[in-house]
């Protein structure tokens, strides 16, 4: 080989690993905001099958966009008025009990009662080891109080940006899918548009399922929270509504975490509150898996159980709380190529 020939391919090879590094650090870079594109995107989808519901009974495409748009953004600002201000209210209420529980803490009644309830524990220990604790590491603590603080804020305009990705990819998702289809070659448009079209609808249906279980959950714990008096039933219900929108462990985890609050001495709990909030989450967590998801979700997606164990723990780990929520759409998407595509090309052969 001739040494210009083994230069250039020097130069080009190292040319080639460059752009290939520029583009992952450009990738790692912009992360925040291809999760927000990514977020925006999945959501215009799961609004989709309004539009196209609407369209189905004589709507132009322009009014069922405005009147889903319209809608969405009237439930947003309907719940916004409705629930927020209780939930300001029970918060600020559970922040003037906080002053009365800490001080129960360190009254020897209260410790006394925990040593009674549980014997083999040494509370006094416990209860120095925790204030050294906390003595010792308040400048850390503060600054993880101020971190979550900016987190939140940060989290809130993360939210807005999100909310008009949303609108705008609504508005053109048609415009949006006749441009990429254009980017396939002629003879093979016609087979990409018509998988596309199936992993889409898939995805919209897919979100409206898992929004339907969480409405449900959320409006079904309201009512019972409030019936059997546990404490701040509406912000306990939002927390049951956003913890649901997690596929597979979402229901479980904000379950724990009402009957967990409802345990909280000092809030005006009982333990028979407590007992009857868990016996309702574990009967509910039955009915969801056994009735209510399969009726609503073998709708959308058909994907087996173990791979959605598999997908949402995947998700979970790469992306967080929105790799966990797109990770079935995607991988029942993933099965969706391999049977009409991969399957079929593995025949011919």
Known sequence: MKIQNAFRLGLVGTLGVGVGVLILSSVVSLQTIITYVGAALFLALGLDPAVSWLEKKKFPRWAAILTVLVAVLGVLTGVIFAIVPIIVDQVAKLSERIPDLITSVNTSTFLDDVQKQFPALDVQKLTESVTDYLGGNLTTITGAIVASGVAIVTGLFGGLIILILTLYFTASLNSIKRATYQ??????????????????????????????????????????????????????????????????????????????????????????????????????????????????????????????VVAALAGGSLLGILGALIAIPVAASVIMIIKQVVIPRQNEL
């Open 183 to 308: 980017l396939v070659p002629a003879s093979k448009r016609e087979r990409f548009a018509d998988l596309s079209e199936q992993i889409t609808t898939a995805v919209g249906r897919f979100i409206v399922g898992q929004g339907a279980l969480a409405a449900c959950n959320g409006v079904l714990s309201f009512i019972f929270l409030s019936i059997i008096g546990a404490p701040f039933p509406a912000l306990l219900a939002v927390i049951a509504f956003l913890f649901s929108l997690i596929p597979l462990v979402g229901t479980i985890t904000g379950s724990v975490l009402i009957v967990a609050t409802c345990m909280i001495p000092g809030i005006g709990s009982s333990w028979l509150t407590v007992l009857v909030a868990g016996i309702y989450y574990l009967v509910y967590m039955q009915v969801e898996a056994y009735v209510l998801s399969p009726n609503i979700m073998n709708r959308a997606v058909a994907v087996p159980g173990a791979v959605v």
